[in-house]
C-alpha cells in the first residue's frame, strides 16, 4: 500500500474516533450547561459529575427494541441514518486541525486531505445532506414525520444560497479556494474583523443548516410530535442522534477556519502544536455559544424562517459580495 | 493502473444504476438511483482532473436539482407508478432511440480506433478554477451574460408558474 | 491530485467499517418482540388513516425551482471570485450586471408574492 494512504487511514481513524468521542462528551456538556442555564443540577448519578453518563446512554440504546413500522419504505428507512452521516463525516475531511508540524520525526499535515478546491467541496458535501433527512421523513410513512422532513429540506435549501453566498465573499477576500490557503490568509488578521456581515451570515445560516435553536421548527414536538424522527428507534435513533452533535462541531470547525483564523494563534509557529489547542478552544467556543442559544432563543415561526431566509439573508449577502469585489478592486 | 481498475468500477456503477433508476416501478428509488448516478459521474470528472466541474456536478446536480425532483414526486404523491402507464408510443419509440445511441456510439469506436488512444494529461490549469473563472469572464463572457438572462426568464417563468398552481390561486 | 480524493474515500469507508462493527454488535443485542400494535404507525395513539404518501402543497416546491437558479448562479460566482484578482476592474462591471440580473428576478419574484410563507 502506498504510504499516503497508510497515513491517511491512521488520520482518519484518529479523526472518527475523536469525532465519536467528542459526539458523547457533547450531548453530556449539553445536558449539563442547559440545567446550569435553568438553574438545574443535570445528570449526576453516572460517576461524578455523571461523566459516564454517555456512556450509560450508549448501553441503553444499545438494548432498546428496534422496529420499523409496518407500512414504512423498510429499505429506505434503515439507510437514512446511514446516509445522513455521510455528508456529517465528510466535512471533517477538508479541515486543518493543525499547521504543519513534525511528529515522530515524520513531517505531517493536521489535515486528511488538503484539495485544490476544498471550498467547493465542502459547498458540494452540504449540500447533499438534506437527503438523509427527507427520506427519513418519507420513508416513515407517518404524517409527522413526512412534514418534519419536508420541512427540514426546504429549511437547509433556503439557508444554503446565502451560506454559500458568505462563503463566495471569503473567497473573494483571500483569492484562493484551498481551505488551508484560507486559514494562512488570515495571519494579518480575521476574516471576522474584515467580512463582519459574511461572518454573521455564516452563523445565521449555519445554525438553520444544523437545525439548531432557533431554527429547530424540524422537531417542534408542539406540532410535529419528534419530526423525522418519530418512528426511530434505537441504534438508528443514535446515528441520527449523532449526526445532529458532529454537525454540531462540524459546524464550529467551519466557522473557526473561515472566520477566526483556524488553528492560528500567538508562537503558534514555534510550537505548531498549539494551533490544535487554539483551533479546539475556538470550536468548543463556539458549540457553548449554540447551546447558550438554545438556552435563550424561543424558536422562530415557519413564515418568519423562510422570510429570514429568502428577504433578509439572500439580498444582504448577495450586496455584500458586490460591497466586497467593489473593495476588493480599489484596493488591489 | 489502479485508475484503470476504478475507471471499470466506476462505470459498472453507473450503468448498474443508471438501469435501476429506469426500471425501478417506485418513483423515490428511481430519484435516489439517479442521485446516485450523478455522484458516480462526479468522480469521472475526477478521474479526468476536473475537479471544479466534479465539485458543481455534485452541488447543482445532486444538490439542487435532484433535491428539486424529489420534492415534486413526494408532492404529487406519484411514488408508486402504476402498472398501467400513459406512455404507449413513447416506449417503442425511446427503445429505438437508445438502438440508434449505442449503434452511433459503435460505430464511431469502431471506425476511429486510433481517435481513443489515451490522450496525454492535460495542460496544467487545466480544470483549474481561477482558469476556468478568466476564461469564463474573458473569452466567454457574451454566453455567460447570456447565461444570466436565461436564469432570469426561468425564475420569471417559475413565479408565473407558481402563481397559476399555488393553492390559493391569487 | 487524485490522491488527495482517494483519502476522502478511504477515509469513508473506514469510518462506515468502524461503524459497521458497531451496527454489527447491536444487530445480536438488540432485543427483538414484535407484535402489530408495535408496528403502527404512530399518531398519538389514534388509528392512522390511510398512509402519508399524498399530496401536499405545491409552495414547497417553488421554494425549490428558485433555490436551483440561484445555485446555478452560485456556482457561477465561485470561478470568478478566485480568479478575481487576475481580472481587475472589468471583472467587477460584468458580474455586476451578471448579479443585478439575477437580483431583479429576485426582486420580481418577492413583488408577485412567491417568497410569501401563506
Known sequence: ?332 | ?170 | MLQGYAVVGLYLLLSFALLGVVLLLWWFLRPKKPNPLKLETYECGVQTVGDAWVQFRAQYYIFALIFVLFDVEAVFLFPWAVAYNQLGLYAVIEMALFLLLLLGGLLYAWRKGALEWA
Open chain 1, 1 to 332: 500500500m502506498a504510504p499516503f494512504l497508510v497515513e491517511a487511514a491512521i488520520k482518519s481513524l484518529i479523526l472518527v474516533l475523536l469525532l465519536l468521542t467528542g459526539f458523547a462528551y457533547l450531548t453530556l456538556a449539553e445536558r449539563k450547561l442547559i440545567a446550569d442555564f435553568q438553574a438545574r443540577i443535570g445528570p449526576n448519578r453516572a460517576g461524578p459529575y455523571g461523566l459516564l453518563q454517555p456512556l450509560a446512554d450508549a448501553v441503553k440504546l444499545f438494548f432498546k427494541e428496534d422496529f420499523i413500522p409496518e407500512y414504512a419504505d423498510r429499505v429506505l428507512f434503515v439507510l437514512a441514518p446511514l446516509i445522513t452521516l455521510i455528508p456529517t463525516l465528510l466535512i471533517f475531511a477538508v479541515i486543518p486541525f493543525g499547521p504543519e508540524l513534525t511528529l515522530f520525526g515524520y513531517r505531517t499535515r493536521l489535515q486528511l486531505t488538503d484539495v485544490h478546491v476544498g471550498v467547493l467541496y465542502i459547498v458540494a458535501v452540504t449540500s447533499i445532506s438534506v437527503y438523509g433527512i427527507t427520506l427519513a421523513g418519507w420513508a416513515s410513512n407517518n404524517k409527522y414525520a413526512l412534514l418534519g422532513g419536508i420541512r427540514a429540506s426546504a429549511q437547509m435549501i433556503s439557508y444554503e444560497l446565502a451560506m454559500g453566498l458568505a462563503i463566495v465573499s471569503v473567497v473573494l477576500t483571500t483569492g484562493t479556494l484551498q481551505v488551508s490557503g484560507i486559514v494562512e490568509a488570515q495571519r494579518n488578521g480575521w476574516l471576522i474583523f474584515l467580512q463582519p456581515v459574511a461572518a454573521v451570515i455564516f452563523f445565521i445560516t449555519g445554525l438553520a443548516e444544523i437545525k439548531r435553536a432557533p431554527f429547530d421548527l424540524v422537531e417542534a414536538e408542539q406540532e410535529l410530535t419528534a419530526g423525522y424522527l418519530t418512528e426511530y428507534s434505537s441504534m438508528k435513533f443514535a446515528l441520527f442522534f449523532m449526526s445532529e452533535y458532529v454537525k454540531m462541531i462540524g459546524f464550529g470547525a467551519l466557522m473557526t477556519t473561515f472566520f477566526l483564523g483556524g488553528y492560528l494563534g500567538p508562537f503558534v509557529d514555534l510550537y505548531p502544536g498549539l494551533g490544535v489547542v487554539y483551533f479546539t478552544l475556538k470550536v468548543g467556543f463556539l458549540i457553548f455559544v449554540l447551546i447558550w442559544l438554545r438556552a435563550t432563543l424561543p424558536r422562530i415561526r415557519y413564515d418568519q424562517l423562510m422570510s429570514l431566509g429568502w428577504k433578509v439573508l439572500l439580498p444582504l449577502s448577495l450586496a455584500n459580495v458586490m460591497g466586497t469585489a467593489v473593495v476588493v478592486a480599489l484596493t488591489a
Open chain 2, 1 to 170: 493502473m489502479g485508475e484503470l481498475i476504478a475507471f471499470y468500477l466506476l462505470a459498472g456503477i453507473a450503468v448498474a444504476t443508471a438501469l435501476a433508476m429506469v426500471i425501478t416501478r417506485n418513483a423515490v428509488h428511481s430519484a435516489l438511483f439517479l442521485v446516485l448516478n450523478l455522484v458516480v459521474v462526479a468522480v469521472f470528472y475526477l478521474l479526468l482532473g476536473a475537479p471544479f466541474v466534479a465539485m458543481v456536478q455534485i452541488a447543482v446536480y445532486a444538490g439542487a436539482v435532484m433535491v428539486l425532483f424529489l420534492f415534486v414526486i413526494m408532492m404529487l404523491g406519484a411514488e408508486r407508478v402504476g402498472g398501467t402507464t400513459g406512455l404507449r408510443w413513447q416506449v417503442p419509440l425511446a427503445g429505438a432511440l437508445g438502438a440508434a445511441l449505442i449503434g452511433g456510439t459503435l460505430f464511431a469506436f469502431l471506425r476511429a480506433p486510433a481517435g481513443l488512444a489515451p490522450v496525454g494529461s492535460p495542460p496544467v490549469p487545466f480544470g483549474d478554477p481561477a482558469a476556468i473563472g478568466e476564461r469564463l469572464l474573458t473569452t466567454y463572457v457574451l454566453p455567460f451574460e447570456i447565461t444570466s438572462v436565461l436564469l432570469l426568464i426561468a425564475m420569471i417563468g417559475a413565479v408565473v408558474l407558481a402563481r397559476d398552481s399555488g393553492p390559493e390561486g391569487k
